[in-house]
T-cell receptor, first 114, second 112 residues
Framework: NAGVTQTPKFQVLKTGQSMTLQCAQD?????MSWYRQDPGMGLRLIHY???????DQGEVPNGYNVSRSTTEDFPLRLLSAAPSQTSVYFC?????????????FGPGTRLTVL | SQQGEEDPQALSIQEGENATMNCSYK?????LQWYRQNSGRGLVHLIL?????REKHSGRLRVTLDTSKKSSSLLITASRAADTASYFC????????????FGKGTLLTVNP
């Protein structure tokens, strides 16, 4: 299994540009989520999904859109990038079970918005 | 808002010593998890303790949970240089066991 994969690893955008961060998992996990990590802030939840076709907002959803058309993929879209979205973005997945709570994280995408 | 707050923010020890990190949180939880992050990498799950558990062990890791004080501690025994990393606590609360709220982390440096 590849686990959780994220592309690209690095990205530089100009203010106002749009882009999609890709996340895929091959573990048949129901739950997927996106976090951003800023210096000194820990990780903050952006959006999450409990299954295909179901998404919901986390703590910091503004400026980001998500969709979940398949179990495997959970892309994060920035419609109009802003410098405040400069961050490292992590995707995570897990089974939706009270007995199996381990979340598996991808390697991250480092995004810079100029 | 940050649910967990780790203490200390940074910790430097010698190889072979024990490292203790603490985490405090604000609201009732379903479980508390500890993750490790090596520099520039993703997070790796270390251990999970449920709200009805008080102590858990995994290899050189020992986690305690005191729900009355809303706090947890992570002990790494006989530390190694490879343990150098940032350690985060994360809490799951409400109806979700998978929607995590992370603390800001403790940066552990283990000197050879």
């Amino acid at each position: 299994n590849a686990g959780v994969t994220q592309t690209p690893k690095f990205q530089v955008l100009k203010t106002g540009q749009s882009m999609t961060l890709q996340c895929a998992q091959d573990m048949n996990h129901e739950y997927m989520s996106w976090y951003r990590q800023d210096p000194g802030m820990g990780l903050r939840l952006i959006h999450y999904s409990v299954g295909a076709g179901i998404t919901d907002q986390g703590e910091v959803p503004n400026g980001y859109n998500v969709s979940r058309s398949t179990t495997e993929d959970f892309p994060l879209r920035l419609l109009s990038a802003a410098p405040s979205q400069t961050s490292v973005y992590f995707c995570a997945s897990s089974y939706k079970s009270e007995f199996t709570d381990t979340q598996y994280f991808g390697p991250g995408t480092r995004l810079t918005v100029l | 808002s940050q649910q967990g707050e780790e203490d200390p923010q940074a910790l430097s020890i010698q190889e072979g010593e024990n490292a203790t990190m603490n985490c405090s949180y604000k609201t009732s939880i379903n479980n508390l998890q500890w993750y490790r992050q090596n520099s520039g990498r993703g997070l790796v799950h270390l251990i999970l303790i449920r709200s009805n558990e008080r102590e858990k062990h995994s290899g050189r890791l020992r986690v305690t949970l005191d729900t009355s004080k809303k706090s947890s501690s992570l002990l790494i025994t006989a530390s190694r240089a490879a343990d150098t990393a940032s350690y985060f606590c994360a809490t799951a609360s409400g109806g979700s066991n998978y929607k995590l709220t992370f603390g800001k982390g403790t940066l552990l440096t283990v000197n050879p």
